[in-house]
């Protein structure tokens, strides 16, 4: 069996090498006649998997997508040609809310605000903004839940508020895939006009997909003065970015919210899984198995834990000013493929075991995601 599958996949040689002949391939720009005799193809969200790539093969049985995004396959296609077709739902959606914490976390910083003190919209509650939601109770963080889709689920008991309602928090994170036809869909669901009613007491953070703000209409409103701050992980027309817009942002990065060593890994290991499905054999691989012991794996804290404790917590797995000072140091000189491919190993919150003195700490924030114990 063929099996191939894209370089930017980690560990994909130890789950997959037992199940077949791995040929690994560089993802942007793969082309039909390079997957003509594949019998199964994993790819990333940089892979158009559509008539097109696939017309040269007559032999695959399987495709899998190591993302939770899926609006790079034509799955209407492949069902029509009776080709299985798994996405990895929810692989790195711990590692988007953690993006979104550093971001806060970074930002309440450089402009003397408590985070406690924040309400934040969520747009989209599905994985990533279930997450988010989960971190941001964990700190007293205030927010609001805005997804016309679930709010008309009877079994889903969470209050839903408008989308521009939601646009009126200090902070909106947005959190849906990108849709393009129906009627809760997501292109350009930030247009000019909802654009223009965000002010600079706000914070406009993206780490869904970049064509859900009119990215044009942005750079338009910001060059006449808008002054909403603005994290961007997300682009329209990844990788041929508008690059004026990043001067504009408090903290740019290259498409990397997604990009922790746990939410890449848990895609590969998903759709390990959903092939042994398909080929009916026991799986016997798992990852945690292949995970390296993180550089910095335990802490213990002697004071009781506070807002600014933990915001130093973050900061130590993950301080997203890194990747803003990468992204601007390299888009023009390296480009926007480059510095995903080149991102270095990013360790989940869960990876740090933190100590807390029982006689002071009476609560843990444990849906923050660190493994806390009491000592
Ligand atoms: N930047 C990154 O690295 C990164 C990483 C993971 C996912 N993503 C993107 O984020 C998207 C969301 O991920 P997820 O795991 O939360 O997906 P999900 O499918 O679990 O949840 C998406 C939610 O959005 C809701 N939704 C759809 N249209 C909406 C609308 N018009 N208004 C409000 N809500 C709407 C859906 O009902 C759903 O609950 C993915 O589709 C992917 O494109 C980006
Ligand atoms: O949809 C997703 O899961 C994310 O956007 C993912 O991080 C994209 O990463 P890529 O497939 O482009 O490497």
């Given at each position: ?8 996949m ?33 790819v990333r969200s940089i ?17 899998g997508t190591a993302t939770i995004g899926v609006d790079h396959i034509?799955q ?9 077709f798994s996405s990895a739902p929810g692989c790195n959606a711990v590692s988007v809310a953690e993006y979104v ?23 989209g509650a599905g994985n990533t903004g279930s997450r988010l ?41 947005l959190h849906v895939p990108l849709t ?6 997501t ?19 993206n780490a869904c997909r970049g064509?859900v ?20 992980d997300v ?20 498409h990397i919210a997604g990009y922790s060593?746990e939410g890449k890994a848990r895609g590969t290991e998903i759709l390990?899984?959903a ?101």
């Open positions: 069996m063929n099996i191939y599958y894209d370089e930017n980690p560990f994909a040689a130890e789950f997959f090498a037992e199940l077949g002949t791995l040929t690994a391939f560089s993802g942007r720009c793969l082309q039909a006649q390079d997957i003509s005799d594949a019998d199964v193809l994993l892979s158009q998997v559509n008539q097109a790539l696939l017309k040269d093969n007559q032999r695959l049985r399987f495709v034509d209407a296609y492949l069902a029509a040609r009776n080709i299985q914490l550093s971001a806060l976390v970074v930002l309440a910083e450089r402009y003397l605000f408590t985070l406690a003190d924040l309400t934040v919209g969520i747009v939601s989960e971190k941001l109770s964990a700190l007293n963080i205030k927010h609001v839940l805005c997804d016309p889709i679930l709010a008309q689920n009877p079994d889903d008991q969470r209050q839903y508020v408008t989308l521009e309602q939601a646009l009126e928090c200090d902070v909106v994170s393009r036809a129906g009627e809760h869909a292109y350009h669901l930030l247009d000019a006009e909802r654009l223009a009613k965000l002010s600079d007491q706000q914070i406009l953070i064509e703000i009119d990215n044009a209409a942005l750079l338009k409103l910001k060059q006449q003065g808008q002054g909403v701050k603005l994290v961007l682009w329209e027309h990844e990788p041929d970015i508008l690059m004026p817009l990043i001067d504009y942002c408090e903290i740019s990065t290259a060593l390990y899984r092939l042994c499905k398909q080929l009916a054999i026991l799986p016997n691989k798992q990852l945690k198995d292949f995970l390296p012991v993180p550089a910095i794996s335990s802490v213990k804290i002697n004071s009781p834990i506070d807002e600014l404790l933990l915001n130093q917590l973050v900061k130590m797995v993950y301080d997203v000013r890194r990747d803003d000072a990468i992204f601007r140091q390299q888009i023009n000189t390296q480009g926007f493929d480059y510095i995903r491919k080149t991102y270095p190993a990013r360790r989940e919150f869960s990876s740090l075991s933190v100590a807390l003195n029982n006689s002071l700490n009476l609560a843990m924030p444990n849906q923050l995601g660190f493994n806390f114990n009491i000592q």
